[in-house]
């Protein structure tokens, strides 16, 4: 395994300056921050990252307005009481994406939000309060209770409010593949674990977020010698 300090040179290096590396990272919200998030923004988030896999994010983007009109700004109380036939009627609106099994988990996704929140106070306590050394554990949980979000899908959506969490992104898992840190499939239990110990390790050594050490880990490897964005990389 090699030691943080390798790394970063290396992301300093491809990136043209330790100053230009640095514009490039953004650090994720604190636990208070996180904690007062609604869990209406939970679930469009879940929602728009099942829409975005297998489509152009931009799509998704431009559709996003009529997503909001049709499914009441997402509010989680209004749609645990919506009738299967008014969802059906609303998967044929032509203001959003009309996929009935993506559409589908919007009231699934909505009822593990409501079920997490009764017991916690509220989803976004829930996430806060998660230890990040074990992240992957939180990615399990919201694929097995919720709906199309294994995968990057939760992970992204996670980040995207602010959970602090590293991206098995393509050049993450490149640099994880290529130092023989995992070697079977990318979401096997193995491969999860030892990413997790990984970035235990990178964390122990540098006390940065897991998100700062994803993307310096990601701007260290593949195409990416100029600042583009942390979408397409991390």
Not at 116 to 132: L, M, R, Y
């Amino acid at each position: 395994m090699e030691k943080f300090s390798d790394i970063y040179k290396r992301a300093v290096e491809r990136k043209g300056s330790e100053k230009m590396l640095k514009l490039l990272l953004a650090k994720p919200l604190s636990k208070k921050a996180l904690s007062t998030l609604s869990d209406d923004d939970w679930l469009e988030e879940f929602t728009r990252k099942v829409f975005q896999s297998g489509f152009y994010w931009s799509v998704i983007n431009s559709k996003w307005p009529g997503f909001r009109e049709v499914f009441w700004e997402f509010s989680v109380d209004k749609l645990l009481m919506m009738p299967p036939d008014m969802l059906e009627q609303k998967a044929t609106d032509d203001r959003i994406i009309r996929n009935y099994k993506k559409v589908k988990t919007i009231p699934e996704n909505a009822y593990m939000i409501h079920e997490i929140a009764q017991e916690h106070g509220s989803f976004s306590k829930f996430i806060a309060q998660w230890p990040t050394d074990n992240i992957i554990g939180l990615w399990a949980h919201l694929k097995k209770h919720g709906a199309r979000l294994g995968g990057n899908t939760g992970p992204y959506a996670l980040r995207a409010l602010g959970k602090d969490t590293f991206l098995l992104s393509r050049d993450v898992e490149s640099y994880l593949r290529a130092h023989k840190i995992i070697d079977g499939g990318l979401q096997t239990k193995k491969s999860l674990t030892a990413a997790q110990a990984f970035f235990n390790e990178m964390q122990k050594q540098s006390g940065l977020s897991m998100q700062e050490l994803s993307l310096i880990v990601a701007y260290g490897v593949g195409d990416n010698r100029v600042g583009i964005s942390q979408q397409a990389e991390d």
